[in-house]
């Protein structure tokens, strides 16, 4: 079985400033790691994946994710928050051997503030 | 492509009334999901489909839920009859199987929102 947990529902950061939204997942096996974003009214769009390689994961809009199996972490980092980065991100999890099946964590909302 | 269509956007209907969601996936990919997104649950996986077969349906909370895949290029999900607590955001996604199981891209639709008075 997998579960994700994310840390804090509601982030608010200035504009300028770091962002760093945390996942913490549980699995049995070395999992697929997932970010995605969801925009008010839109579904959700895939900011960056963890398979397999290096651990730290460029993805788009100047994201990145950095996947700590010591830790089972793959928290998301932005060094500057663009006030167009307001949404909601929801961390996911898919298990290695099966098909693309995913548990999403609760979501995290981010408010970009001036 | 256009990306995985979905309709209605918005559907507002009775208690008691039946509900049918429709999805487009993207052309080529051979696994579509269903999602419904509530504030209380989050995002949470119905049934989804590989090559056009049911593959898991644990998710579905009721025999008045029922989904259907009878072609690659279109699937419903139905809701018979439909009540209140079903109002939720309901998500369709479609995935192509590369090397390997589970590295998978899911691309999502702009959700269907049912209100069910």
């Known amino acids: 079985a997998q579960s994700v947990t994310q840390l804090g529902s509601h982030v608010s950061v200035s504009e300028g400033a770091l962002v760093l939204l945390r996942c913490n997942y549980s699995?049995?096996?070395?999992?697929?790691l997932f970010w995605y974003v969801q925009y008010p009214n839109q579904g959700l769009q895939l900011l960056l994946k963890?398979?397999?390689?290096?651990?730290l994961v460029k993805g788009i809009n100047g994201f990145e994710a950095e996947f700590k199996k010591s830790e089972t972490s793959f928290h998301l980092t932005k060094p500057s928050a663009h006030m167009s980065d307001a949404a909601e991100y929801f961390c996911?999890?898919?298990?290695?051997?099966?098909?693309?099946?995913?548990?999403f964590g609760t979501g995290t909302r981010l408010q970009v503030t001036l | 492509d256009a990306g995985v269509i979905q309709s209605p956007r918005h559907e507002v209907t009775e208690m008691g009334q039946e509900v049918t969601l429709r999805c487009k996936p993207i052309?080529?990919?051979?696994?579509l999901f269903w999602y419904r997104q509530t504030m209380m649950r989050g995002l949470e996986l119905l049934i989804y489909?590989?090559?056009?077969?049911?593959?898991?349906d644990s998710g579905m909370p009721e025999d008045r839920f029922s989904a259907k895949m009878p072609n690659a290029s279109f699937s419903t999900l139905k809701i018979q009859p439909s009540e209140p607590r079903d109002s939720a955001v309901y998500f369709c996604?479609?995935?192509?199987?590369?090397?390997?199981?589970?590295?998978?891209?899911?691309?999502f639709g702009q959700g269907t929102r049912l209100t069910v008075v």
């Open positions: 489909f590989n090559n056009n077969v049911p593959i898991d």
């Open positions: 699995s049995s096996v070395p999992p697929y």
């Open positions: 963890y398979t397999t390689g290096a651990t």
């Open positions: 052309s080529g990919h051979d696994y």
């Open positions: 996911a999890v898919s298990l290695t051997g099966t098909a693309s099946k995913l548990t």
């Open positions: 996604a479609s995935s192509p199987t590369r090397t390997g199981w589970g590295n998978t891209e899911a691309f």
